[in-house]
């Protein structure tokens, strides 16, 4: 017999079919002649209900049927008494793939804390929260890709191992085959990397831009989607040391164009997640309701599947620097001394400045532009003004930057002018110089992380819970 996934048979198989069905015991629970058994495959949120007759099947089996346990059962479908669900299995034949001991399988039926099921992190997949939050990151993944491949993108795979580092921020994870204690050492006494494997210093990489931007400036538009890993050492509930990332890179874009793309882009994934997810947003959104039921009213955040809808329906607001340090200089909680960061022109925006924009001031996304130069990265395009660039941040709520993208400066005396300045090395960057040399365009791109918008879709608190094995400073368990 052919094996059916619980969601085939809960949303359409007839009763009085004959179904093979295979899963994991969420809960078992005994009346005098029958057992029922709820039954998880991953496929769904929902579980089928099993129920077996006690006289039919030796109390040793049925003693074995703990939460936990890898149960193939072959039934016939029959309605169902019992509510919450149209049909349930009665079971002719129970087999036994895998138990699991009660004393000390974790995933209890019972509630467990995030922090619990952090440190539980490979079995909690087992639980309906995290079973949702993994079915909706998939569900993203692929919305991504299609929409991408809608409209003429290539996906581009570039390196994960590279000898540049794209953003100049210096935050890397260096790669090398080298003795750590014993590195072989030049005539100076520095460690001779000349003899490490790639016969230079090399690093994972922070972002697959620079090699986007050679596939756009021939193929026209590409996006990467793939781990970028970042070694700076902040330890928030937005930041991952490994995290993934979608990077779109259009020639003959401007920033306008590039603003354009990011917010249709964004709506659409949400319009997919609100049209194909709906069971586990469901879910979701009743467990954030449940978890912020002791709160004050005003510190309660808007129904999950509202939110999601508020922002796929409203146009984002445009704005650029310079207005929003104006509109946060002349806030009240900027005159009551609320921020903790400084807010200067000049001075990079926190994300509490962020999410104030977004969440107190004008209460939808925001999109920021023409940043200063000096805190922006040196292939940012660089405005008339000589003191920003044509940068933009895609600010949301509750996230703050969840989008970060420019247009990219094309001319070639311009950007090297920039690199030098910025002590970029610019003889090592001869391959990303030449396009500037040969057909050089107008070109724009951004870079969406991926994490940070599945925490938005899925209304979870915490980067580390909607990543499978979270990478973090002094944690790499998994
Ligand atoms: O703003 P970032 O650093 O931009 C770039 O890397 C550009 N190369 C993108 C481009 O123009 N092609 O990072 C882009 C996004 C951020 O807005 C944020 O959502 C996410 O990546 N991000 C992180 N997510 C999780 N953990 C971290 N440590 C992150 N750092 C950035
Ligand atoms: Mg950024």
Not at 353 to 362: A, C, D, I, P, S
Not at 375 to 382: E, V
Not at 408 to 424: F, T
Request: charge should be negative; include cysteine.
């Amino acid at each position: 017999m052919i094996r059916k996934k619980v969601r085939e048979i809960l949303d359409g198989e007839a009763t009085g079919t004959e179904v093979l069905v295979k899963g994991w015991v969420r809960t078992h629970r005994n009346s005098k002649n029958v057992s029922f058994i709820a039954l998880n495959d991953g496929s769904t949120i929902r579980n089928l209900q099993v129920v077996a007759d006690v006289n039919h099947f030796s109390g040793e089996l049925l003693g074995e049927i703990n939460t936990g346990a890898a149960l193939s059962v072959t039934g016939i479908l029959a309605a169902s008494a019992g509510s919450g669900q149209a049909v349930e299995l009665v079971a002719r034949e129970i087999v036994l793939l895998g138990g699991a001991d009660p004393e000390n399988f974790p995933m209890q039926p019972k509630k467990h804390s995030l922090e619990f099921l952090r440190e539980n992190a490979h079995l909690r997949f087992r639980t309906n929260t995290f079973g949702a939050i993994f079915r909706i990151r998939h569900a993203m993944a692929f919305a991504i890709h299609d929409y991408f491949n809608r409209r003429g993108f290539y996906y581009l795979h570039t390196p994960i191992i590279t000898a540049s580092d794209a953003e100049g921020a210096g935050q890397m994870f260096r790669v090398t085959t080298l003795d750590a204690l014993q590195p072989p050492l030049t005539e100076e006494g520095k460690v001779d990397f000349s003899a490490d494997f790639f016969g230079r210093p090399t690093n994972l990489t922070v972002s697959g831009q620079l090699e986007g931007e050679l596939g756009a400036t021939a193929l026209g538009e590409i996006y990467t989607f793939g781990p970028t890993f970042r070694a700076e050492n902040s330890n928030t509930t937005r930041h991952l040391a490994e995290f993934w990332m979608i990077e779109p890179e259009m020639a003959f874009y401007d920033l306008k164009d590039n603003m354009d793309l990011a917010e249709d882009f964004l709506k659409s994934l949400i319009r997919y997640a609100l049209d194909h997810c709906s069971e586990d947003l469901a879910f979701l959104a009743t467990r954030l309701r449940e978890e912020e039921k002791g709160k004050p009213r005003e510190q309660q955040s808007m129904d999950l599947i509202e939110k999601l809808k508020f922002v796929a329906d409203n146009e984002f607001v445009r704005l650029t620097y310079t207005e929003a340090i104006d509109i946060l200089r002349n806030s009240n909680h900027y005159k009551k001394k609320k921020f903790q960061f400084p807010v200067e022109w000049g001075v990079d925006l926190q994300s509490e400045h962020e999410r104030y924009l977004v969440e107190n001031h004008f209460r939808k996304p925001v999109i920021l532009i023409n940043y200063p130069k000096e805190i922006k990265a040196f292939y940012m395009k660089q405005n008339d003004d000589g003191k920003t660039v044509a940068a933009m941040d895609v600010l949301f709520p509750q996230i703050g930057e969840i989008i970060g993208g420019s247009q990219r400066e094309e001319d070639y005396d311009k950007l090297v002018a920039r690199m030098e300045e910025m002590h970029i090395p610019v003889e090592e960057m001869w391959w990303y110089l030449d396009t500037r040399r040969y057909g050089t365009v107008p070109h724009s791109g951004f870079g969406l992380g991926f994490e940070r918008f599945i925490l938005f879709i899925t209304g979870m608190g915490n980067i580390r819970d909607v990543i499978a094995f979270p990478r973090t400073p002094r944690n790499a368990e998994f």
